[in-house]
């Protein structure tokens, strides 16, 4: 089985989705955010203080190189589309799969949560012009879209099964 990539905006379920499938699947799962933890030593939130976004982007896309192309889930970050070479490598490595939800929704399963950089300030205004800067992006490097708004975590794992077959 080729590698399936999943991507969409923070918020989407795309870890949890991500553990389940690969488990419906049996294959591995890796997350690139975890990943990028790991060979920084530290939190993303001590990325982004510390070193940066542009230096956070960089990791992002070399531990992107060093995913597998078969047998596995990936579960990306929200902001992996944002550069050519990660939408050209996923796309010619993997299976594509965009958890698309609204971005009401998102902004509720959101709440409260800290751990996004990217959110800190202007949750609500941040939040909703990157959600539609970013949109296009999703589609253009997706080879197919599932609506996760309002669905449980297995409730998505089946549809994505179903839509790969
Ligand atoms: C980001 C999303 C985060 C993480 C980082 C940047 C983004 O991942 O990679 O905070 O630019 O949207 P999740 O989508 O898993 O929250």
Known sequence: MNAIYLIGFMGAGKTSVSRKLAEALTVTHFDTDLEIVEAAGKSINDIFASDGEAKFREIESAVLKTMPQYDAVIATGGGVVLAEENRRQMRSNGTVIFLY????????????????????????????????????????????????????????????IVSMN
């Open 101 to 160: 939800a609204e971005i009401g929704e998102i902004l509720q399963r959101l709440e409260g949560d800290h751990s996004r950089p990217l959110l800190h300030e202007n949750k609500l205004e941040a939040a909703q012009s990157l959600y539609s800067s970013r949109l296009p992006l999703y589609r253009q490097t997706a080879h197919y879209e599932i609506d996760t708004t309002s669905k449980s975590v297995s409730e998505i794992v089946k549809e994505i």
